[in-house]
């Protein structure tokens, strides 16, 4: 069993930037790849960043490509989302998820485990 508890979110600028940390618990939390996925008010949950679990693979999204940087420390069971440059269509929450077979999914259906969500407001 694996439980996440997201944090860093907050109010920023249009163009400012924020890091979001994903501390995870569970000693086989390191096997997994882990996605982030963010959710704005009346919207579908939507695929942001995965990383494979030794970090060495990423994949983005189109809309946040070159903006977020997805990153892990399996030392401290964390997974960071580094948010540049940031939009206020950015503004959602942000949740982080486990997949345990490992693997880069976009889609929500395929992660097992879920933290509560933070939420990032971006102001114009």
């Known amino acids: 069993q694996v439980q996440l508890v997201e944090s860093g979110g907050g109010l920023v600028q249009d163009g400012g930037s924020l890091r979001l940390s994903c501390a995870a618990s569970g000693r086989t939390f390191g096997s997994y790849a882990v996605g982030w996925f963010r959710q704005a008010p009346g919207k579908e949950r939507d695929f942001v960043a995965t990383?494979?679990?030794?970090?060495?693979?990423?994949y983005y999204a189109d809309s946040v490509k070159g903006r977020f940087t997805i990153s892990r420390d399996n030392a401290k069971n964390t997974v960071y989302l580094q948010m540049n440059s940031l939009k206020p269509e950015d503004t959602a929450v942000y949740y982080c998820?486990?997949?345990?077979?490992?693997?880069?999914?976009?889609?929500?259906?395929?992660?097992?485990?879920w933290g509560q969500g933070t939420q990032v407001t971006v102001s114009s």
């Open positions: 998820a486990a997949n345990k077979l490992n693997r880069l999914r976009v889609s929500k259906d395929d992660y097992d485990y």
């Open positions: 990383i494979s679990w030794s970090g060495g693979s990423t």
